[in-house]
């Protein structure tokens, strides 16, 4: 398919039957403020000693800061802009049993987004693991609570790292969407004898982008062309959505890379470029997101109009604010960024790395039986 054959698509078109968007939504007036909640955390004792050792622990840099808590005097500390983030931002570690407390009586479904949250950020996008204590953690949430994969990845590749068939993934920032398993019989025409796909086979429930599919093939492999002279450069064809990693470049050869990327892009005026962590992200134009994927698995779940639900996002992306912005305006659930620095987000908690979203994945896992005639 040439460029110009192209078929833009002003509003995406899911595949779901069930689908409609935007859902439709229920006043929802009991959602804890922000503010409040902060108020409700002191008043619930959560600054025992304990707590607070966990929470400085969590919350506290690793690199020494001149004004750190743990630092300056006990009876005037000085407080900095990363301890002003962190109190505005707390550690969802420390939080937990404020975070459990919202979420009495209604049912929790988690949102995960993948790199940099569920594995660490390393040079090769290939290689960027999951550890097997993290897959068991996501594994165990799964069994008591709805969970999705949302990440930029194609959703085959995402699936291929976490190898858990009982997720929802919605790869492609989103734009692929797919459901637990189909039954080995609908699976026997589908497949030829391939074990893999057989036990890891999905449901497509929504692919919004799908017209872009060939322009996309064809960028993916313009641009890896473009930019094989640059020592580092990396093009990686996410399905529905491309990205050209400059991790490994010499910063020196960013501009050139840039300029390529750019030059390739004003081909397409149907594309888009976003950015990411040290990576250029592009995108067709269509108006859909994390924040849209993270809806319409809400209502695929049944929890479009309902109050009875407490979505968790955990993610450490700028890709991530569109899902935290969705929650914000819902008013439903929580946001967690996973960053290490103060930066400007929609979340109201953070974790400082993948390993602290593992320990809170345990901890949730390990909450629900205790809870259970509560919740
Ligand atoms: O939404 P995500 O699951 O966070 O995916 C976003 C991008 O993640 C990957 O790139 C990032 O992680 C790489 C491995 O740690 C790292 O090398 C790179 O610098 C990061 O930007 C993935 O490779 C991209 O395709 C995703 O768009």
Known sequence: MTKNAVVPIEIPVPVSQHYSYPPPRGGNT???????LLNQIELNGANKLNSWLDCMRASSPTQTRKNSILTSSPVMPLIDETDKWIEEHPSALCKFEDIMAMSKGKKIVMFLDYDGTLSPIVDDPDRAYMSEAMREAVKDVAMHFPTAIVSGRGTDKVLSFVRLKELYYAGSHGMDIVGPTIGPKNMKSKVHNCLFIYFYAKEVLCQPASDFLPIIEEISKTLTE??????????EDNKFCVSVHYRCVD????????????SVLNEYPKLQLTQGRKV??????????????????????????SNEVFPVY???DRTDEDAFKVL????????ILVSK???????????REPTEVKELLQKLAQWKPLATNEH
């Open 328 to 335: 914000c305006e819902r008013q439903q659930g929580i946001g």
């Open 30 to 36: 009991n959602y804890p403020n922000y503010k409040k």
């Open 341 to 351: 620095v103060p930066k400007e987000t929609n979340a109201c908690f953070s974790l």
């Open 314 to 316: 955990i993610g450490d």
């Open 280 to 305: 250029l992200e592009i995108r067709p134009t269509i108006k859909w997101n994390k924040g849209n994927a993270l809806e319409f698995l809400l209502e695929t779940l049944g929890y479009a109009d």
């Open 226 to 235: 473009k930019t094989k002279m640059i020592p580092g450069a990396k093009v």
């Open 251 to 262: 910063e020196k050869k960013w501009g050139t890379l840039a300029e390529q990327v750019k």
